[in-house]
């Protein structure tokens, strides 16, 4: 079993650039993704990365704006959130399973190991 944790959440205005990491023994074995969840709605897929790092997957609110990266040498993930708004307010989760990339791995549903959470708070 993996223990995930998230760490660079925060508030920032309107703009900014946070940049989310999850670490964890034994991560470069695993598929990762970053999800986020807003108050009153579903939680959801910002970005996903295959094990080696070849595939990524990015939802269309985030393109060219978020990067998801990973250094298997360091067992960490990152999420590097840029021109960040208001609307990507919510608790951001690092989520991780060990089937292979695939389009399966949009879904939530495929990841079986979640970490705690971490806010982040875009003000205008």
């Known amino acids: 079993q993996v223990q995930l944790e998230e760490s660079g959440g925060g508030l920032v205005q309107s703009g900014d650039s946070l940049r989310l990491s999850c670490a964890a023994s034994g991560l470069s074995t695993y598929t990762m993704g970053w999800f986020r969840q807003a108050p009153g709605k579903e939680r959801e897929l910002v970005a996903g990365?295959?094990?080696?790092?070849?595939?990524?997957y990015y939802a269309d609110s985030v393109k060219g704006r978020f990067t998801i990266s990973r250094d298997n040498t360091k067992n960490t993930v990152y999420l590097q959130m840029n021109s960040l708004k208001p609307e990507d307010t919510a608790v951001y989760y690092c989520?991780?399973?060990?089937?292979?990339?695939?389009?399966?791995?949009?879904?939530?549903?495929?990841?079986?190991?979640w970490g705690q959470g971490t806010q982040v708070t875009v003000s205008s």
């Open positions: 990365i295959s094990r080696s790092g070849v595939y990524t």
């Open positions: 989520a991780a399973t060990q089937v292979p990339w695939s389009n399966w791995s949009r879904n939530r549903a495929a990841y079986n190991y």
